[in-house]
């Protein structure tokens, strides 16, 4: 099984995941995360799915888990880089990934961190 | 059975080679189309014939450039067969000149062969005119789909005609492409040209904005005429909280704000009048 790397830049988490996402690998993610937005006290979390051509429903429901396990410790997730075939997709299979946000892309994803951090500091 | 088919097609074959111009002539009269065209036609019969395999790909080819041909010209499909079918008449001719029972024999083998090849004219006919039927529909999808520009990071989709589940799948593909390539973070959905809204509809509509939100993107829709509004209300469609507006103009003017751009009214231009001095 592959481990997706996390990577910090300030107080932001990234994570960009380049492969097929397995079951397991997802599962290693959601754990990996929580530890990191522990230890490093991270406010955000990116996740960018750019390269990601398949999301079905297991991930999807892993993905709301990974936001709201996130929320709890104080940091907001945000999803980028959705392609529209993924999108459609998860529409069809009735997923709306609540709790969520979304970005269309890191650079828009990084933006949307700042401003809803901003009038906490 | 085979045989005797065999023996149907030699004997033909003889008939058509002994008395070439005469059948020509005559087929000439009877089916109203150039000679050559013919000609060849019947040099590419001759050469079927003669294969004791019996390959008539050669002669169905020509017989398909023939159909598409004359349904370009405009001509229908009936007198196209009956040019093939005419030939018949002037095979027959001859036969009943031989005045021979195993050739009459012959004849109506040869009789079914060119049935065949008349209805096969027909089938190549039916088959242009549907392929320009599709490619027609497939163009007006195109053409109906237009996803455009509205400002830096707002594009807008004007929605013309019905929605069925096809264009609704085509205008969501396209729009959320759309928003890919410019990097927008507004859609405005404008179903000012849709006559009618019902619940597949509505359905297709929350669909293509909760995939655009998934994206990261939000999407308002606007150009709702009062009688939607009621018959949406009256059906009991949930639209949530998804921004609705009645014009074109709010929906891009809700889009600005939520992207931070400010609209504000040219200076009214002042109008002086001032008496020319003496």
């Known amino acids: 099984m592959e481990r997706i790397p996390i990577l910090k830049l300030g107080d932001i988490l990234i994570v960009t995941i380049q492969i097929d996402l397995e079951d397991q690998s997802v599962l290693a993610l959601q754990e990996d995360l929580s530890d990191m937005v522990v230890s490093t006290g991270a406010h955000g979390v990116i996740i960018d799915i750019t390269a990601v051509d398949i999301v079905d429903s297991f991930i999807g429901r892993v993905l709301a888990t990974i936001a709201g396990v996130a929320r709890m410790l104080d940091a907001q997730t945000v999803v980028v880089g959705m392609r529209p075939a993924v999108a459609i997709t998860l529409v069809e299979l009735g997923l709306s990934l609540g709790g969520v946000r979304t970005a269309l892309n890191l650079e828009k994803g990084i933006a949307l961190l700042d401003h809803v951090w901003d009038p906490a500091r | 059975m085979t045989t005797s088919n065999s023996a149907a097609q030699q004997r033909i074959e003889g008939l058509l080679g002994t008395s070439e111009a005469q059948v020509l002539q005559r087929w000439r009269q009877m089916a109203e189309t150039p000679e050559d065209e013919l000609r060849e036609l019947y040099a590419a019969l001759r050469a079927a014939l003669s294969d004791p395999q019996g390959d008539f790909s050669d002669v169905r080819g020509l017989l398909a450039e023939f159909s598409r041909a004359r349904a370009r010209q405009g001509l229908t499909p009936s007198e196209t067969s009956r040019a093939v079918f005419s030939l018949k008449e002037a095979v027959y001719e001859v036969v009943e000149a031989t005045g021979d029972i195993e050739t009459l024999g012959a004849y109506i083998w040869f009789a079914r062969l060119v049935d065949d090849l008349g209805l096969y004219t027909f089938e190549i006919y039916s088959a242009a005119r549907e392929k320009i039927i599709r490619d027609q529909a497939e163009q007006l999808l195109e053409l109906s789909t237009p996803v455009v520009k509205l400002w830096d990071g707002i594009i807008g989709v004007p929605l013309i005609g019905t929605l069925d589940s096809a264009r609704t799948q085509v205008v969501m593909e396209k729009l959320l492409q759309m928003l890919v390539d410019t990097g927008s973070e507004h859609a405005v959905i404008d179903i000012t040209g849709v006559p009618a809204v019902d619940t597949q509809v509505a359905q297709h ?62 200076r009214s231009a002042r109008i002086s009048v001032r008496a020319e001095r003496s």
Not at chain 2, 208 to 213: E, I, P
Not at chain 2, 224 to 242: H, K, M, R, Y
């Open chain 2, 205 to 266: 509509l929350l669909k293509t904005v909760a995939a655009a939100r998934l994206m990261g993107a939000e999407c308002s829709i606007s150009g709702i005429s009062p009688q939607i509004a009621n018959t949406i209300v009256t059906l009991g469609i949930e639209f949530g909280d998804i921004v609705t507006k009645a014009t074109l103009a709010d929906a891009l003017a809700h889009a600005l704000r939520r992207s931070g751009v400010e609209v504000t009214a040219a």
